[in-house]
């Protein structure tokens, strides 16, 4: 089997593990995560931009917005999400749209 392929293979699996914890946001998402977590090292795969959002920067650990994370839009020229744990109170930006509009 070709690597990309294995890869590709891989990404499914780990939206699945992470859809589903999402989903029930019960005592399994950890379990979840973790297997999720182990595919992306094994790998080396890129996850989207959606999921980055649900992991803390700081503390590593999965984190749902509105559940155990706040994610607010940056009101500065650079467009960009601050994403404030609940677990260990780290905050951090994510940046959307690295060139800002320039307006005259
Ligand atoms: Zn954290």
Do not use: W
């Amino acid at each position: 089997m070709k690597k990309n392929k294995k890869k590709q293979i891989a990404l499914q699996r780990v939206s699945n593990l992470i859809d589903t914890a999402l989903y029930t946001q019960d005592f399994f998402s950890d379990d979840h995560i973790l297997s999720a977590k182990k595919i992306i090292e094994k790998y080396k795969i890129k996850i989207p931009f959606e999921y980055k959002l649900l992991f803390c920067k700081n503390c590593k650990k999965f984190i749902v917005p509105g559940k155990n994370s706040r994610i607010r839009i940056g009101r500065s020229k650079i467009k960009a999400l601050r994403i404030t744990c609940k677990l260990c109170g780290h905050t951090y930006r994510k940046i959307i749209k690295a060139k800002a509009e320039i307006v005259t």
